[in-house]
């Protein structure tokens, strides 16, 4: 292995020479402290910045195991390590007068939600930080004593602050852990129960605005409060006893007037999928790890996919038995949509009616009279959301305020009353009685056995001079395809999409013969057994900017490409 003081000597040779003469720190020196891997320099210095680990003995970095004695705690001690160690490359960055991302010291950027990342590795013998720098130019000039100064001072600096525990308080440190452990107890806990959500008492769901995931000020927001009907208590190993609102199996309807915060109160329970740091507001509300949200997304294309429980006897023709099109409508996409969660697993469905095709959620008794069912090809999903507990299991949580027609399909109705959520599924019992519906069923027909779809390996090569790439949380591009995430509203961080972008490239390269299905439990049980690195394309030089994503969003990015074909 190479000295440090091979770093400084190449450094001095390179210094005032074309940004190029770069390339050659490439490869891992001995700092005695540590180690630092320089793993790729950026070609110029616009470019993405030099991706860079740095390796600590637990000799030095001194942390103690029970901090990452099992999965959940180790995820959320190297969530706060990435965050301590973002925090001070504010402090550490050295950007002054250079070109570009000269001086730039980055790592990974997390959220609120705590995921599993390749940003930071602790084990037994080491901890490992992986992250970027912007090699320090003027012009393409190499300003080498920038440099000097970056690896020699500020990176052991950056290094003995963030990456020994002494420098830490260990009550911070054991309260994030504890937190997302709790939080995952709780998830784990909820089958047994009978329950597919739950939301604490106390809990701030409402955030900051449309564009911030920060919680709500604390003088503005109305704090959740379980109505009595639905509390339950849970016992956490850290926080002990807490009680909140249970959701029941089944269907669930939450309902009220409009702006008194049903869509508020779903997408809480949809990213309840996720663990949320202290702080969040919503560290108490979590949800069946596979709940998927499932959305109105006209103009997706679809392929292969059996939405006949659905939509039936389209016009022309189509075929619904393995429907695809390259402009699916709102339906037909909504159709897809849950079809396509079932073969994932998913046993929890989120739908809003903001988000949802009208055709698809309700079909009134007039308009049964007046448009006959042999002329229309949709059964809509009033008709099948009990079909889908009864016969399969899958819950469903549903806002809806705009018909009564699912008072009747709902096992419990939540209104939401100023915020204030209030049991009302007697009540909605009574109004039953009262005004009983005039609509027929139209449904009934047992949902079929979700099968596994098979997909053409042709379909989803790779040129030879085609590239994989993410462009932001919501694109990815497949060669010159782009895949549209968009509406995968359950995707919460670009390393999350450029995961998805990884396993891509990897399905793409190893294509077998299996359902889709089949084929992304290969990969995650990989991603379970040795951890993301498994997705970098040289495990030797991991990436640290990949974050975790779900079965559920990993096989939607791939219904999604369009040049998909099914067996
Ligand atoms: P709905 O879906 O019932 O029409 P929304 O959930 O969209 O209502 O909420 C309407 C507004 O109220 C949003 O701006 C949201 O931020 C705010 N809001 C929601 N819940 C709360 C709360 N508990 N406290 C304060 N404001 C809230
Ligand atoms: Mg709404």
Not at 197 to 209: D, I, K, T
Not at 263 to 276: F, I, K, M, P, Q
Not at 441 to 469: T, V
């Amino acid at each position: 292995m190479l000295q440090k003081q091979d770093l400084q000597r190449r450094l001095e040779q390179i210094d005032g020479k074309g940004f190029k003469a770069y390339q050659d720190l490439r490869g891992d020196y001995d700092f005695l402290d540590f180690v630092l891997h320089v793993d790729k320099v950026q070609s110029d210095p616009f470019a993405p910045p030099s991706r860079i680990r740095v390796s600590l003995g637990q000799e030095r970095a001194g942390f103690p195991l029970e901090l990452f004695a099992n999965r959940v705690r180790k995820t959320a001690l190297e969530d706060y390590l990435t965050r301590s160690f973002a925090r001070q490359c504010r402090s550490w960055s050295d950007q002054g007068s250079g070109t570009g991302n000269s001086g730039l010291v980055a790592i990974d950027r997390c959220g609120q939600e705590i995921l599993e990342r390749s940003s930071l590795e602790v084990s037994a013998d080491e901890v490992q930080a992986r992250f970027c720098i912007g090699l320090p130019a003027r012009g393409r000039r190499i300003e080498g004593r920038q440099a000097a100064r970056m690896f020699e001072t500020s990176l052991p600096a950056l290094v003995a602050r963030v990456l020994v525990y002494a420098e830490h308080r260990p009550q911070e440190i054991k309260s994030h852990l504890d937190c997302c452990e709790d939080q995952h107890v709780l998830r784990e806990q909820l089958q047994q129960r009978g329950l597919v959500a739950f939301v604490a008492n106390g809990a701030v769901l409402p955030r900051q605005s449309g564009v911030s995931d920060a919680p709500m000020d604390a003088d503005r927001a109305v704090p959740f409060a379980s109505p009595p009907e639905l509390e339950c208590g849970f016992d956490l190993p850290h926080q002990g006893r807490i009680r909140g609102l249970g959701l029941p199996e089944g269907v669930t309807l939450i309902t009220g007037g409009g702006y008194h915060g049903k869509s508020t109160l779903l997408r809480a329970l949809e990213r309840g999928v996720y663990n949320h740091v202290p702080g969040d507001g919503r560290e108490g509300v979590v949800a069946l790890n596979s709940g998927m949200k499932i959305r109105a997304e006209d103009g997706r294309s679809v392929s292969g996919v059996d939405i006949r429980p659905f939509i039936n006897d389209l016009p022309f023709g189509a075929d619904t038995a393995a429907f695809s099109s390259d402009n699916a409508s709102g339906s037909t996409s909504q159709a897809a949509n849950i079809i396509e969660a079932l073969e994932t697993g998913s046993e929890l469905l989120f739908l809003d009616e903001d988000t949802s095709a009208t055709n698809f959620m309700i079909r009134d008794s007039r308009m049964q009279q007046l448009v006959a069912k042999a002329h229309e090809p949709i059964t809509p999903f009033v008709d099948q959301v009990r079909e889908l507990y009864t016969g399969l299991g899958v819950s469903t949580v549903l806002v809806l305020g705009g018909s009564g027609d699912y008072l009747d399909a709902a096992d419990t109705v939540i209104m939401l009353k100023e915020y204030r959520p209030l049991d009302v599924t007697d009540r909605a019992g009574q109004v039953i009685k009262q005004i009983p519906s005039t609509r027929s069923n139209e449904g009934g027909a047992a949902l079929p056995r979700i099968g596994g779809r098979r997909f053409d390996p042709d379909s989803f090569r790779l040129g030879s001079r085609d590239k994989i790439r993410t462009k932001g949380l919501q694109t990815i591009l497949f060669g010159r395809e782009a895949i549209d995430l968009a509406c995968l509203e359950q995707l919460t961080d670009q390393s999350q999409t450029r995961s998805i972008a990884e396993i891509l490239r990897h399905l793409s390269r190893r294509l077998q013969q299996a359902s889709l299905s089949e084929l992304v439990d290969g990969v995650l049980k990989q991603m379970e057994d040795k951890g993301l690195d498994v997705l970098s394309p040289n495990p030797e030089r991991p990436f640290g900017d990949l974050a975790r994503p779900r079965k559920q969003e990993i096989c939607a990015a791939i219904n999604r490409f369009r040049n998909l074909r099914m067996l």
